[in-house]
C-alpha cells in the first residue's frame, strides 16, 4: 500500500468523478469492469490495477488501491457511488 492511497481514502468518489472527466475515461478507463460493471472482487481489482500500471495511470492505481482497502463488495460499491437501492439489486442477481 502507497502512501498517496491513505491520502486519498477520504475523498475517493471525487477522485472518481475527476478520473471519468481524463481524455479517454469517459467510460472508465482501465478501471471500467470497477467503475462501470460493478465488478469488485478482489480478481478484478487486481485485474485493473495491472492494467493501469502498464498504462502508467496513477490515478487509477489509488483508485483501485483504496478499493482494495475495503474488504467487502458491499463496502466497495458504496464507495464508488452505488445507492442501496442499486446494491440491493446487485446483491439479488
Known amino acids: 500500500m502507497s502512501f ?11 477522485m472518481i468523478s475527476e478520473y471519468y472527466a481524463l481524455p479517454g475515461n469517459e467510460a472508465g ?3 471500467h469492469i470497477v467503475l462501470d460493471d460493478f465488478n469488485v472482487r478482489d480478481r478484478n481489482l487486481e485485474f485493473c490495477l495491472k492494467a493501469c500500471k502498464e498504462e502508467n495511470d496513477l490515478m487509477g492505481i489509488a483508485i483501485i488501491e483504496n478499493l482494495m482497502l475495503l474488504e ?10 452505488l445507492d442501496e437501492d442499486r446494491i440491493k439489486e446487485l446483491l439479488e442477481d
Open 4 to 14: 498517496r492511497t491513505i491520502l486519498v481514502k477520504d475523498n475517493l468518489l471525487e
Open 29 to 31: 478507463g482501465p478501471c
Open 72 to 81: 467487502t463488495k458491499v463496502d466497495r460499491w458504496r464507495a464508488i457511488g
